[in-house]
């Protein structure tokens, strides 16, 4: 019998999105939980389970329903396990796919959360009708998904394309989750964002009005506002961002020459206080049978929306 909706759930450092999906792309019921105010994976389904069943009621029960998608740092979509997620509060190899399945009684399939958002946009914006192309997420941290020739690229073990994990700056910023020095996340993520705010408000006395904020809740949707106003420090913050952005992606287009990198999550909506200087360094940095060809583009798609259309199609036959 045939089908008509999917649930897509995405799991992020610091908040789960989930909803329901129609055949045709549509995003009919939404929300979202805190990732870090539980204790376990298993209640984190838990009350995403209890969350959906009035809509997964409404719209016919479970029997209407193909599946579970899934969308988590370090998920591999060859064993439904996430393992060793350094931006997650749970630590080891989770059966996360096996919880779903055993809370929902339903099929579920899981991939990297980058990979899924690469699967949605490939399938409903800016990358539609593209078969090489780079999705880069600018959230928590810096996640990546490579389609060549029409399909994702996970390597033997379903772990390829942690750009966010190459290494930019060797022996420099320490990478808390993963002890790792000089990652590309540790400066290019809104938690890096955050560091190398804290870092210049305190190695100058340039005034700033990020210094009126407490440095608790001095985040990156601050420093965007701070830029917005003018502010020279706040400035100088998406410069130096962006300009270390655009120097890793040009590593990327010199090894996989995709047609567009696609750019997604709250970072990416600095919009040209990022832009400008990643695109400048980027071109800067390439060799000239690269140069001017790759488009930077911003996703289509709604943030709430992305993953979680994106961990649905995983389970569409």
């Not at 979202?32 to 995403?48: A, D």
């Not at 210049?200 to 005034?207: A, C, G, H, M, Y």
Request: charged share 15%; with cysteine.
């Amino acid at each position: 019998m045939s089908k008509d909706y999917a649930i897509g759930i995405d799991i992020g450092g610091t908040g789960t999105k989930f909803g329901i999906v129609d055949k045709m792309g549509n995003v009919i019921y939404s929300d979202s939980v805190s990732t870090t105010h539980v204790t376990s994976p298993e209640q984190l389904i838990k009350v995403i389970y209890d969350n959906l069943q009035p809509s997964i009621i409404s719209h016919g029960g479970i029997n209407n329903f193909v599946g579970v998608g899934l969308g988590a740092p370090n998920g591999n979509v060859y064993t439904g396990t996430v393992e060793w997620a350094p931006n997650l509060p749970w630590k080891g190899i989770i059966p996360l796919a096996k919880i779903v399945k055993s809370q929902f009684k339903i099929k579920s399939l899981l991939t990297n959360d980058a990979n899924a958002a690469a699967i949605g946009e490939m399938q409903y914006g800016a990358a539609k009708g593209m078969k090489d192309f780079v999705m880069i997420t600018l959230g928590t941290g810096v996640g990546s998904g490579f389609v060549v020739n029409g399909q994702l690229v996970y390597g033997h073990d379903g772990f390829a394309g942690e750009f966010g994990h190459t290494i930019i700056f060797p022996d420099g910023r320490l990478h808390q989750g993963t002890g790792i020095k000089g990652s590309l996340e540790s400066y290019c993520s809104a938690t890096g964002v955050r560091i190398t705010t804290l870092e210049k408000l305190e190695s100058t006395n340039k005034p700033s009005l990020l210094r009126a904020i407490p440095e608790d809740d001095l985040d990156a949707k601050a420093v965007y506002e701070a830029a917005k106003k003018g502010d020279a420090i706040a400035i100088e913050v998406f410069n130096t961002t962006g300009e270390i952005l655009g120097l890793g992606l040009a590593n990327i287009i010199m090894i996989t020459s995709p047609e567009a990198i696609i750019l997604f999550g709250g970072l990416a909506q600095a919009g040209d206080f990022l832009l400008k200087p990643l695109r400048k360094t980027l071109e800067a940095h390439l060799l000239p049978i690269f140069q001017n060809k790759v488009k930077i583009l911003l996703s289509h798609l709604k943030s709430s929306d992305a993953a979680i259309l994106g961990a649905s199609a995983l389970v569409w036959d």
